[in-house]
């Protein structure tokens, strides 16, 4: 059963004139732990919006537990938890009060719900008194989960949770989002970082408002199309405007202290001729290796594409 579906939605600004999420369809299924990847400006806030029911989309349909998030926007906001990609709780308020407010909106308490948050505001509780606007970035993540999950929901939509907190904060957020999802929350998390692509079940790449693919993240890796190396040398600038200026060299990107690379033919003499054409360019240092892709190698290859 799918507890979120989008048919051909479509939003745009403007009057029209900015296209921010063009024929975008996908499915989620009850109890799945689904990541929209891309960067900003890509779409994901617009789809999680409409999702939501804060934006009304301009074409295509959309539905979650079953309700159309337009004729039925007030069942959809009693099932669903939000999370903003800005902090968006009452920083005047105390932890404690924030929570509080937040449970009495939804009809419910903190004590009917505590086994559900428990976890994440055991870690916080020590800072109750203290006021949300001077929480760090990681206590406010958490105190913003915990609003969103007071409640109870059946379906949590994360946007861009992790970003601006540190990386300590990042992997203790993805450990509670996998202990959420074994009590049976359907949890949508958007994310600009692809190393988080690996931790969802199933992923969708979305650039320009466009689904670029949709699959597990090891289904999208295996599905590069031909083999990628990593090179580098002492002068890695020069590096990369001399390997764009050999023929041989289908595409060829910085990423990290390596470059990525593809050719566009292949045989027993590339890496030879390769090595030869670095060093009448002298080029030295030269450290070349065949390597397994990543999500953003796939990214990339999808989007130029």
Known sequence: MNDVTLTNIKKTYNKGEVVAVSDVSFQVEQGELFGLIGPDGAGKTSIFRMLTTLLLPDGGSASVNGFDVVKDYKEIRKKVGYMPG??????????????????????????????????????????????????SGGMKQKLALCCALIHRPTVLFLDEPTTGVDTVSRKEFWQMLKRLKEQGITILVSTPYMDEATLCERIALIQDGKILSIDTPENITKQYPSKLYAIKASRMSALLHDLRGNENISSCYAFGEYHHITFKHEDDSTETELTNYLNSKQQNGVEFKLITPTIEDCFIKLMNN
């Open 86 to 135: 800005k902090f968006s709780l009452y920083q005047d308020l105390t932890v404690e009060e924030n929570l509080n407010f937040f449970a009495t909106i939804f009809n419910t308490t903190v004590e009917a719900n505590y086994d559900l948050i428990k976890e994440i505001y055991v870690q916080i509780e020590p800072f109750k008194k203290r006021r949300a606007g001077k929480l």
